[in-house]
């Protein structure tokens, strides 16, 4: 009888126990579910299979020289003593945090690069067909002081195939940068830099040179548009779109908001989610 009534408490106990495991789990998990931007709990750090994100998005591995950081983080949420709305990231909680590094490798130039980007989503779209990009930076006064003066900032850079027509029908790579001029703010974020009516664009390799959009004298972004197209031959194609930074000075910082056309795509610690622009 009192082996009956030990094995009938022993399972008592063990039940209670898995209900006891289930109430602590079950409301965790409801709360990692529930976040008001949807991005996961309240740190930030979503369920890897969050609907709203993009999978295509990552480090550029073959345009990446050195190790430098490109990574989806939380905040900055601007320096002490900024506690308006210029001292968080301008679209939910994250934001893509850049590194580089002027004097770390064996190459020539010694600096190091890095582009975070998506090699997917964009190809063989029409560069014609660009009618809106550009982004939100987070600069720091540091960055200022590393060199390039106040124009020392991460990029915009379009893989293309520029389909140039003869005499230059061999060119059928070139990376299409964006230059931006300085930001108007340093230590917290910056407004939207539009890079269609701000900064200057260039193309590398030949595809400058044919178009004479080049790092020496770069162009507009009409004006660039319009070199690609007047040549006669097949609309220039996008093979990859990213933003980055190098290869020229040290610089830490992020960049939030990146847009092309009507979509903003939002850097969050658990991934990139693409949002209709306003």
């Known amino acids: 009888m009192k082996a009956r009534v030990g094995v009938r408490r022993g399972t008592v106990l063990l039940a ?15 709360t990692a579910s529930a976040d008001g931007d949807g991005n996961g709990n309240g740190n930030g750090e979503g369920h890897q299979d969050h609907p709203g994100r993009s999978d295509h998005w990552g480090v550029i591995a073959r345009n ?26 301008p679209y939910g909680r994250g934001s893509l945090g850049i590194e580089v590094a002027n004097d770390s490798t064996t190459l020539n130039p010694r600096s190091e690069k890095v582009d975070f ?9 029409p560069v014609s067909g660009l009618t809106e990009v550009g982004f939100h930076v987070f600069q720091t006064g540091e960055n200022v002081t590393y060199g390039g003066g106040t124009t020392n900032m991460p990029n915009i850079r ?8 003869a005499p230059n029908n ?31 664009w260039y193309l590398t390799g030949g595809a400058g040179t044919a178009t004479g959009c080049t790092l020496a004298a770069p162009c507009t972004f009409a004006a660039v548009k319009t070199a690609l197209d007047q040549d006669g031959g097949d609309p220039a194609t996008i093979l990859t779109a990213a933003v980055g930074k190098g290869r020229d000075f040290m610089w830490i910082g992020a960049v939030d908001g990146f ?13 990139v989610r693409p949002r209709p622009a306003d």
């Open 16 to 30: 209670t126990l898995l209900v006891a495991l289930s109430a602590a789990v079950l409301p965790a998990t409801a």
């Open 64 to 89: 990446t020289i050195g190790s430098p950081v490109a990574e989806l983080r939380n905040g900055p949420f601007g320096s002490f003593g900024v506690l308006g709305p210029e001292g968080r990231p």
């Open 117 to 125: 980007g998506n090699e997917v989503d964009f190809f063989s779209k």
């Open 158 to 165: 379009f893989e293309i195939d520029p389909n140039l027509a």
């Open 170 to 200: 061999g060119i059928t790579y070139s990376t299409l940068v964006w230059m931006p001029p300085n930001s108007p703010v340093t230590n917290r974020w910056s407004p939207y830099l539009d890079a269609t009516e701000t900064g200057t």
């Open 259 to 271: 847009r092309v056309n009507e979509t903003i795509y939002d850097f969050e610690r658990w991934g």
